[in-house]
């Protein structure tokens, strides 16, 4: 079984039937050079086989070259949460703006929220409903904290700078699994005084691979065992009708 390079369409291209036992994609930019090669174990090609590879953007290995870049992030999300505390942890979709109903009702919950259980605000100050987390908090007087990430949207953000949080009060990440760690240790408790919940909002794939992933945290009881963490989530206008008969 092999693949032959067949065309390109914008993001993606498309491989199909070849017997080539390997295939190798090399691009360059400046100095820095990435490949992919892809080597079949298959002597012969009985039959017809196709692929579809993604190629969104070059990646820059530079800065995943050693795990102690990854580690170091971690660490530094977990002193913003030592210095701002532990409190309720907002998932949700940083597209739906100002003028999307669940807008509206993302900020009044967290206003909500954060005025019954005076906590922390975390959540990834973002736009979109991670926008209305930040608002809603900061109407209720009460602190916020965010662990940002350098690609909101589909876009990489032009600054790595919230508009209007102190520097102070949030991260930004260039790996998303230092801000997942800093987002479980935000929602972890580890005395009966502290308060915090996990609030899952109106979201695409990045809200549903958070909340999936804390759920299965809180259902292997990696978290929550002895000190329970409510997870809220948020089935606005049936959003995740579906979702909820899938997990339960």
Not at 122 to 133: N, T
Not at 189 to 204: D, F, H, K, Q, Y
Not at 237 to 246: E, M, N, T, V
């Amino acid at each position: 079984m092999g693949f032959s390079l067949v065309g390109s369409f914008g993001s993606h291209v498309w491989l199909k039937n070849s017997c080539h036992k390997t295939v190798k994609f090399q691009t360059s930019s400046g100095k820095k050079r990435f490949s992919v090669k892809f080597t079949s174990k298959f002597d012969s090609c009985p039959g017809r086989a196709s692929a579809l590879l993604c190629k969104r953007e070059v990646v820059d290995f530079e800065e995943r070259t050693s795990p102690l870049e990854v580690r170091k992030e971690i660490e530094q999300c977990y002193q913003l949460i030592r210095r701002l505390g532990r409190g309720v942890v907002y998932l949700g979709s940083s597209r739906m703006g100002p003028d999307h109903p669940h807008h509206v009702q993302a900020l009044e919950l967290t206003e909500q929220i954060a005025n019954l259980l005076d906590c922390t605000t975390w959540s990834g100050v973002g736009p979109g409903l991670m926008d209305a987390v930040t608002k809603g908090a900061m109407q209720a007087g009460k602190p916020v904290g965010g662990l940002k990430i350098d690609k909101e949207a589909g876009e990489w953000t032009a600054s790595k700078f919230h508009p209007y949080l102190p520097s102070e009060s949030y991260l930004t990440c260039r790996f998303f699994s230092a801000r997942k760690h800093g987002m479980v240790d935000a929602a972890v408790r580890n005395s009966s005084s502290i308060r915090t919940a996990v609030v899952s909002l109106p979201g695409g794939i990045g809200t549903l691979d958070e909340m999936f992933e804390i759920l299965a945290l809180i259902q292997l009881e990696r978290i929550g065992s002895e000190l329970p963490v409510p997870f809220l989530v948020m089935n606005y206008d049936s959003f995740y009708g579906k979702a909820i008969r899938l997990s339960w």
